[in-house]
Nanobody
């Protein structure tokens, strides 16, 4: 049973940075596709960035140029470096994974989720 555990959330001011981590436990082999999603109060969960096993990435337009996803396979950990944060980035951030290709951008196609980590950006 694969488990995902996020960490690294917190409170920052506009323009600040945070790095989120998502550690993978219990997997014999790594998921084919991993992603970061976020959900703000009263809003639907939205995709932030997806990364495939071939390291191809797809970012939401709202975070392009500010957020960077990376993986450390030796540590079974996924990262999300978030720079130039804005108040509209405030949300609960979730790590998600699925096996099989192609990688999906829809949250309903991801059966494996972490518990989430809160990011709050103040103006």
């Amino acid at each position: 049973q694969v488990q995902l555990v996020e960490s690294g959330g917190g409170s920052v001011q506009t323009g600040g940075s945070l790095r989120l981590s998502c550690a993978t436990y219990g997997s014999t082999y790594s998921p084919d596709c991993m992603a970061w999603f976020r959900q703000a109060p009263g809003k639907e969960r939205e995709g932030v960035v997806i990364i495939g096993g071939d390291r191809t990435t797809s970012y939401a337009d709202s975070v392009k140029g500010r957020f960077t996803i990376s993986q450390d396979n030796a540590k079974n950990t996924l990262y999300l470096q978030m720079n130039s944060l804005k108040p509209e980035d405030t949300a609960m951030y979730y790590c998600a994974a699925h096996y099989g290709f192609p990688c999906s951008s829809r949250n309903k196609d991801f059966p494996i989720w972490g518990q989430g980590t809160q990011v709050t950006v103040s103006s």
